[in-house]
């Protein structure tokens, strides 16, 4: 017969005498293998939802900046700090400053550098709350803003040289002969075209495309048919998915100013042609744009809807504060609503006449100022810059010369 035998598992053991342990002890090894396993998972959890979360901050904060939602002196662009960064680590000399006083990159030295973007991040924040929008309303045509419009055969000229900034709550009016080139000027400022040469610029960050702190009133009304009056001034904020308590106040409070309340659930086609202008004035502001762009939205009204208008717009303006840019053929209209009057030039356009209107500040809406001497003075000095840019004065002389007619003008209105 053969004698059994018995199979002993050993297992090799650091630390153990002989390395050898008996069978008895595999469940406590298993177990102490798959606690570490265990922990390693945890760790790689951790890590993992440390990254993600990085990822995601550094998602969202390009996202900002793409889409411009603050001005770049509060939330500045990543490239932009890893750029000032990298130049600050340019400096080898410790023994160097540089202009921020900071030493230049050495072994561990690089903490400064960490904490000097930091504190510049902490500023710009600082900075940006307490003028960005101040900032945000400046409005600026510089470089010598110049625009072609141009064909396959041919190309023309519109604007020339155009240098302007428009201050925080400025009423400013433009005219100019037909064709000058005035509209052209407005598209540049709403961002519907960009300039040939030149750029433009809102609080320091170039216009490139239609945003809502730039409303646009056109000559006329665009509104939507279909929806009442209330749907259409809540249009704006509803696109940008504002609250759908906030926007109906919002609506509420601007029809009110522009004294509509009472016809807020009639269609458009329901209302006279100064009520869908002003309805059109409260659509751009429940947006609460920093600037509003008019391009002669009184144009076609006659002339009593059109004063009383006027007066209305004036109100709007003192209450609100906003930057007006105001596109008009009618100088009087010019002087009686701005607090600035500007003249361009027959095309190519050029501003040939800059001037402030000195009695703005006392102007009374419900007075007609436009007899008075300072009115008048101005009213002359402007039309007679359009008549020089539009060569009159030359055709005048020539008829005078000739003993026409001719001679005698008519100040334009």
């Known amino acids: 017969m053969s004698t059994p035998t018995t199979t002993t598992t050993e297992h090799k053991l650091p630390g153990v005498p002989g390395g050898v342990a008996p069978g008895g002890a ?83 030295y690089l903490y400064e550098h960490l904490w000097a973007s930091l504190w510049r991040i902490i500023q710009g924040v600082g900075w940006g709350i307490a003028f960005g929008v101040p900032l945000g309303l400046m409005l600026s045509v510089s470089k010598g803003v110049v625009h072609r419009y141009t064909t396959k055969d041919s190309s023309v000229l519109a604007l020339d040289g155009i240098d302007l900034t428009f201050e925080p709550g400025e009423f400013v009016c433009l005219v100019g002969p037909s064709g000058c080139g005035k509209t052209t000027l407005l598209k540049l400022l709403a961002g519907f075209q960009t300039p040939s040469e030149g750029r433009v610029t809102v609080g320091g960050q170039p216009v490139e495309a239609p945003k809502p702190d730039r409303g646009v009133v056109f000559q006329s ?49 329901e209302l006279s042609g100064g009520m869908q202008q002003r309805c059109q004035i409260a659509r751009v502001l429940a947006n609460e744009p920093s600037i509003m762009l008019m391009d002669e939205p009184f144009g076609a009204l006659d002339a009593l809807t059109r004063e009383r208008l006027q007066i209305e717009l004036l109100r709007i303006w003192r209450e609100t504060g906003k930057t007006i840019m105001f596109i008009t053929h009618a100088v009087e209209e010019a002087i009686f609503l701005g607090s600035r009057v500007l003249v361009m030039s027959a095309r190519p356009g050029r501003i040939v006449f800059d001037e402030p209107v000195a009695f703005a500040a006392e102007k009374d809406e419900s007075a007609d100022v436009r007899t008075q001497p300072d009115f008048v003075a101005l009213r002359e000095r402007v039309s007679e810059q359009i008549y020089r840019t539009s060569g009159v004065f030359d055709s005048v002389g020539a008829d005078a010369g000739a003993g026409g007619a001719g001679a005698e003008r008519e100040p334009v209105r």
């Open 221 to 269: 009304p665009t509104l939507y048919p279909w929806m009442d009056v209330m749907a259409n001034v809540e249009f704006g904020p509803r696109m940008r998915r504002v609250d759908k308590a906030e926007r109906r106040a919002r609506a509420e409070e601007y029809l009110e100013l522009v004294g509509l309340s009472d016809v807020m659930h009639l269609r458009p086609y």
């Open 26 to 108: 595999t469940s406590a090894l298993d177990a102490s293998r798959e606690e570490r396993r265990q922990r390693r998972r945890s760790t790689l959890r951790r890590t993992g939802v440390q990254l993600f979360s990085v990822a995601v901050f550094l998602a969202v904060w390009w996202l900002v900046t793409l889409l411009e939602i603050w001005p770049e002196i509060t939330v500045p662009k990543p490239g932009s700090v890893w750029e000032a960064f990298i130049t600050s680590l340019s400096l080898h000399d410790k023994t160097t400053l540089n202009p921020d006083g900071i030493r230049g990159y050495s072994g561990h």
